[in-house]
């Protein structure tokens, strides 16, 4: 075991080269807040690991501190990475804890929730690099970059990538055509589908950023084996509610606003990257698969620049 104030340069060091700027100063601030906590209200010496009932009673004191929910959310990040980054296990884990937020999460007053962000380019870069720091499975890793590139580049719903309600919306492995620089997609059907259904053309990008590199390392990590498109290590169809906690963990890591953003803000990112990037109509309908103005609904202003 080690103490925690050793350990703090480092810390320091490791939260600089691996996060953003701005989530590494909270991270550390945050790191620092619960090593206090443990050192003058519960008069401790600090070690890791950290022990689950210390942290439950660090969740209590933000609470009467009268910290949203969402700020402490942060706060247990923090503290679950630094344990990661350390090689040590991950006690936010543990039932007790989830259950202690759960509990912190039904008792925050119910407010009127805000519309949800988008996940565009900039926002999407930041979560493909978050999620080797929320997985140190090499095939979640490799599972979740693909899954991540395509909803946002294909336009997808939840229910089109992943196991969901509806089963016959979601993509299964014959559906996805490789050609030598592309995949093709061939929807059997999708929300509001009628008549002779697209096939959906994705296009290779430079950079580690790049949808078919990411899906051609992703599908050679599966394998051919028939069934949806996206299974975890175990072959078991991935499930909408694992692929939002992920997604969230990735937000949390990045210091985003996990209430803000969950699945469909793919859909509603690429819908306002595009016009952003002041692509045309018929071109952000045919991304998105819609007859009709409906797409309006997922535009997001990112700026506005005021007339002369």
């Known amino acids: 075991m080690s103490t925690a104030t050793e350990l703090l340069p480092t810390l320091k060091r490791l939260l600089k080269s691996s996060l953003q ?15 206090n ?5 519960v008069r401790q010496q600090v070690v ?9 009673l660090f969740i209590a004191h933000l609470h009467n501190r009268a910290l949203q929910y969402s700020t402490i959310r942060t706060y247990i990040s923090a503290i679950s990475f630094v344990h990661k980054i350390m090689s040590f296990p991950d006690p936010t884990s543990a039932f007790f804890i989830s259950k202690t937020l759960h509990g912190l999460a039904k008792s925050a007053p119910k407010t009127k929730r805000p519309p949800l962000l988008p996940i565009t380019k900039p926002v999407l870069r930041r979560l493909i690099q978050a999620i080797p720091f929320c997985t140190e499975e090499k095939y979640d890793q490799v599972m979740y970059k693909a899954l991540f590139l395509l909803s946002f ?15 016959s919306h979601t993509l299964r492995m014959h559906q996805i055509i490789p050609t030598s620089t592309s995949f093709h997609i061939e929807f059997s059907s999708f929300k509001h ?37 996206f299974l975890t290590a175990n072959k078991r169809p991935l499930t909408r509610h694992v692929f939002s906690h ?21 859909r509603i990112g690429r819908t306002t990257q595009l016009k952003n990037d002041l692509a045309k109509k018929s071109t952000i309908k045919a991304t998105g698969r819609w007859k009709s103005s409906a797409y309006k609904n997922y535009i997001r202003p990112l700026h506005f620049t005021l007339p002369f």
Request: glycine share 6%; hydrophobic share 35%.
């Open 21 to 35: 700027l701005s989530t590494s100063k909270a991270y550390y601030h945050h790191w620092k807040c619960f090593v």
């Open 37 to 41: 906590f443990i050192t003058s209200e």
């Open 48 to 56: 890791l690991p950290s022990s689950p009932p210390i942290i439950a």
């Open 153 to 167: 580049h294909a336009c997808l719903r939840a229910g089109e990538a992943v196991h969901s309600t509806n089963k």
């Open 193 to 229: 589908s009628s008549g002779t259904l697209p096939v959906v053309k994705l296009r290779p990008l430079k950079g580690h950023m790049c949808p078919v590199k990411a899906l051609r390392k992703y599908i050679k990590a599966r394998g051919d084996q028939r069934g949806p498109l």
């Open 246 to 266: 992920f997604l969230k963990e990735c937000v949390t890591m990045e210091g985003l606003c996990r209430e803000r953003y969950n699945t469909h803000s793919f």
